[in-house]
């Protein structure tokens, strides 16, 4: 027996890799003695086992070709007639590329055995240390025991416990024979990280042979629990990937009520190469119907990475015979590592396709609410370059967006804007003191310049005359001249000159054909090709200040409350460019007709084009606005040892504006506009109201039109306040906003590395990509509860009818204990006194290395169910059972 005084222990999980030696930490571990330990049955303490527990096997011919270490940080006990050595407390042997940590160790050197366990610590009685071993690349395996000759490099091991991507091994017994292949018997194979009996669902090898990739297994049974199944295999072949391989993904099979039986998401994953994988998918209905996709990743390393996914379907929910309804998705997500090339930039994000290719091809857009009901696709590819010690930048896009209920396309093929940031043309890089009233004056530059298909109908888009006829072009150049300073201390002056110009290759003329009734017949628009040129500008100058009012307080917490005031007045001048001299503005003119008069309607030629034309009327006027503030200054609390005062927001802001246009002949004053903003309960809630008064009396007039009596409105020139009455309230909005969770009313940590954005590791961001191609699944359990809220009122006075709607969207999670949590999304309009048909409900519960969901829309259109079983590893996301009633099936829902 060895009597030793026991230092401390601890734990090693097995999924914990190799313990690696600090030079400061572990000193001890590391400094090996120079003499080696003699006598037969010699004692070592602790004291003396820092400096004398090497051991090691000098090589010899016909020996070992490599020493043999070992260490150990309580005592070693070293038997020098059989060649054995005990050693205790965090033992470490090592021999070539073979690592082994264990609590206990017996080395053998004439059989060249190394024996290894785990000990029971006599305080707490818990098993610690079990061996951790690792040989060359492997990963780290764990076992209660396990016996290694390291000659012939054959051992074996009890209770294994080892994971290789996501799939794990453990319980029964392995036999290493070689550097290639172990034997196991009785383990279990699952996707479950914790050792068993933990493991509550896997497959029984109850013989195999384990190699580098793969598993060869004899009889094998499905079990859970603990409980064993009669579901069985004569053998089997299991994969065991170190890196990405090809493989078929099997399908689901069922029944769609519309398109018959199906066999649901068969494809084929292929791992190209270590930056590219293509995944195709395809779905197959009895009745005919079919849909195709096919997915590729990409990622460069510092470089760039995205996705591209190619989808098309053949769907017919009509009579048998009838001509099946065609439909095509592109999506391609490209980013660029900003430090990949700076100062320039390449993204893409593009979403684009049929019309009704969300709404035929449910199963390609995974039956989502959001994406059923969408109605805009857009996209966007574009390119930045900034030069270097310049004011200069360049941006080229290409654009798209589709409107799916009009079945209207637009695209802009391409866009781009050269700019030149403001500079100071009058002032020196080298001056000394303050700037002179001109060297103040500074001066920017824009062009842009677009070719734009408007609102083409989807049928039209791919038609040869399309773009020959359709596409419009022009380019924009604007100038800003500005000028600010500071006069009397306390104002702010400002005043400028903006110019704009633009060049377009085409402008529109209209006419009425010969024997138009005036108001029945709408004017006939023409293209006129050829180069045209507009311009406008406007000048301004402007003077706003602050002004501050404080109200002390003697008695109470509060100490006083402060109210910022910020006026301001401009001044507004421009031309009227709807003047004929300018050409920009024409009248088309309809021949008389008896018994009705000729008509005559006023346009602008530039009305259809890319970027409009100057405007008409003239401006001569002064704005005013006014801004406010209001806050308040709080005693500390009495838990607060700082003894600061708190300033607490009572209205972040309110601002007054209006316009009055001395060149117009009446109604000069503009619509009064108000908007404001503050937030309540501790910034938790945001409040947003904004509207418009109209200062001018309006008159109702009644018109006959095919035998209908119609309201009009007419205002004259005569403010309200005239007749005694307040400005008329004629549009509102107001909105409230609030997200809480248990969290919320707690302060805040500094988050740890890894747990943001900026800090994320690579592996997080690639689960983060997933989580982004799916939101539903990732579920935090970590939240016990959480709720937003977002009430939303607008009202409109049109003075002959208003109109208004008043809604609250609620959406949120809570957990109902630790493994169960409920999500919830509903809309309530209390217009209508109805809940949203949009409603849903999601029900989660975490299975440790499976998860269970369950999806349900109760009531609407969409009304459906989902319930899926799936793993948890990454890469055995197919491995997963589904039942669902998808809203196709609406009648049998029940």
Avoid at 455 to 473: C, D, G, M, V
């Amino acid at each position: 027996m060895i009597a030793s005084a026991k230092k401390g222990y601890h734990s090693i999980a097995f999924r914990d890799t190799i313990i690696k030696l600090d030079s400061a930490r572990d000193k001890k571990l590391i400094q090996y003695g120079k003499k080696p330990v003699a006598g037969k049955g010699k004692k070592s303490t602790a004291a003396t086992v820092a400096n004398t527990t090497k051991n090691d096997t000098t090589p010899s011919a016909g020996g070992l070709k490599s020493i043999v270490k070992a260490v150990a940080e309580d005592s070693t006990f070293v038997d020098n007639e059989n060649k054995i050595t005990y050693l205790y407390g965090k033992a470490r042997v090592t021999y070539e590329d073979f690592e082994l940590d264990a609590e206990y160790i017996r080395l053998d050197e004439k059989k060249h055995l190394i024996f290894a366990s785990g000990a029971i610590d006599p305080r707490t009685r818990r098993h610690i240390g079990r061996p951790l071993s690792k040989s060359g690349t492997e990963k780290p395996v764990a076992s209660d025991s396990l016996l290694f000759d390291y000659k012939t490099k054959k051992g074996k091991i009890w209770n294994p416990a080892s994971e290789q991507e996501g799939n794990f091994l453990s319980g029964g017994q392995a036999k290493r024979l070689n550097e290639e292949e172990v034997a196991y018997r009785n383990v279990i194979f699952s996707t479950c990280d914790l050792p068993y009996p933990d493991t509550h669902f896997g497959v029984v090898i109850t013989k195999g042979i384990g190699q580098k990739n793969r598993i060869i297994s004899g009889p094998a049974y499905l079990e859970i629990a603990g409980v064993p199944l009669p579901l069985g295999i004569p053998f089997g072949f299991f994969p065991k990937p170190n890196s990405r391989s090809s493989g078929v993904i099997l399908p689901s099979f069922g029944e769609d009520q519309k398109l018959g039986f199906y066999l649901r998401n068969l494809g084929y994953y292929m791992a190209l190469n270590d930056n590219i994988d293509l995944t195709t998918m395809a779905t197959l209905y009895s009745k005919g119907s079919f849909e195709v996709n096919t997915n590729a990743r990409y990622l460069k390393r510092y470089k760039y990475g995205g996705s591209l996914t190619l989808s098309y379907g053949s769907h017919n929910y009509g009579l048998p015979g009838d001509p099946a309804a065609k439909d095509f998705n592109i999506t391609w997500n490209h980013s660029q590592d900003p430090n990949a090339n700076p100062g320039t930039t390449f993204s893409a994000s593009v979403n684009a396709g049929t019309s009704t290719f969300y709404s035929n091809s449910v199963n390609q857009s995974g039956y989502n609410l959001e994406s059923l009901t969408r109605n805009t696709l857009r996209s966007s590819i574009s390119y930045g370059k900034t030069w270097a010690n310049s004011p200069f930048n360049l941006n080229v896009s290409l654009g798209h967006s589709q409107d799916l209920q009009q079945k209207t396309v637009t695209l802009e093929l391409p866009t781009f804007s050269f700019n030149m940031s403001t500079l100071s043309p009058f002032d020196s890089k080298d001056r000394v003191g303050e700037q002179k009233w001109y060297q103040k004056i500074t001066v920017g530059y824009s062009l842009v310049g677009t070719n734009k298909l408007n609102n083409i109908p989807e049928s039209e888009l791919f038609k040869s005359n399309t773009f020959a006829k359709r596409l419009q072009n022009g380019l924009q150049h604007t100038i800003p001249v500005a000028f600010n300073s500071t006069f009397l201390k306390y104002f702010q002056f400002n005043t400028g000159v903006n110019y704009t110009e633009r060049w377009y290759l085409q402008t529109i003329n209209k006419s009425f054909q010969r024997g138009t009734v005036a108001g029945q017949v709408v004017p006939i628009t023409d293209t006129v090709p050829g180069f045209s040129r507009n311009y406008e500008y406007t000048l301004s100058a402007g003077v706003s200040t602050k002004l501050y009012g404080i109200v002390p307080f003697k008695k109470g917490n509060i100490q006083a409350i402060r109210h910022v005031t910020t006026p301001s007045i401009s001044f507004n001048y421009r031309p009227d460019f709807g003047d004929p001299s300018y050409g920009y503005y024409r009248t088309a003119v309809s021949s008389a007709t008896v018994p009705y008069p000729y008509y005559a309607q006023r346009y602008s030629i530039y009305e259809q084009s890319v970027y409009g034309g100057p405007s008409a009327g003239k401006q001569a006027g002064i704005g005013f606005s006014l801004d406010n503030t209001i806050e308040a200054k709080v005693k500390p609390k009495s838990t607060d040892t700082s003894g600061t005062s708190r300033k607490v927001p009572i209205l972040q802001g309110l601002t007054l504006s209006t316009f009055y246009n001395f060149a117009a002949d009446s109604l000069k004053l503009s619509n009064i506009n108000f908007n404001g903003h503050t937030s309540i309960l501790n910034q938790k809630v945001n409040l947003n109201f904004s509207g418009s008064f109209d200062p001018y009396v309006t008159l109702v007039r009644d018109s006959i039109s095919n035998g209908q009596l119609i309201h009009y409105i007419r205002p004259i020139n005569r403010y309200r306040w005239q007749d005694g009455r307040f400005p008329l309230l004629r549009q509102f909005n107001f909105s409230m906003s609030s997200s809480l969770n248990s969290s919320t009313f707690k302060p805040k940590a500094t988050p740890p590395p890894g747990s943001t954005l900026q800090t994320m590791t690579a592996d997080q961001a690639q689960r983060l990509a997933l989580i982004n191609g799916d939101p539903g699944a990732y579920i935090d359990f970590n939240v016990p509860w959480n709720i937003s809220l977002n009430y939303s009122f607008t009202y409109a006075n049109n003075i002959v009818n208003s109109s208004s709607s008043n809604t609250l969207m609620i959406s949120g999670d809570v957990s109902l204990t630790q493994k169960w949590k409920i999500q919830y999304n509903t809309t309530y309009d209390f217009k209508a006194g109805k809940i949203s048909d949009a409603t849903s409900f999601a029900i989660y519960r975490d299975l440790h290395c499976w998860d269970l969901s369950i999806q349900w829309l109760p009531f609407g259109y969409y009304k459906s169910y989902n319930v899926t079983l799936k793993v948890k590893a990454s890469i055995l996301q197919d491995l997963k059972l589904s039942k669902r009633s998808d809203y196709t099936n609406n009648p049998g829902f029940y």
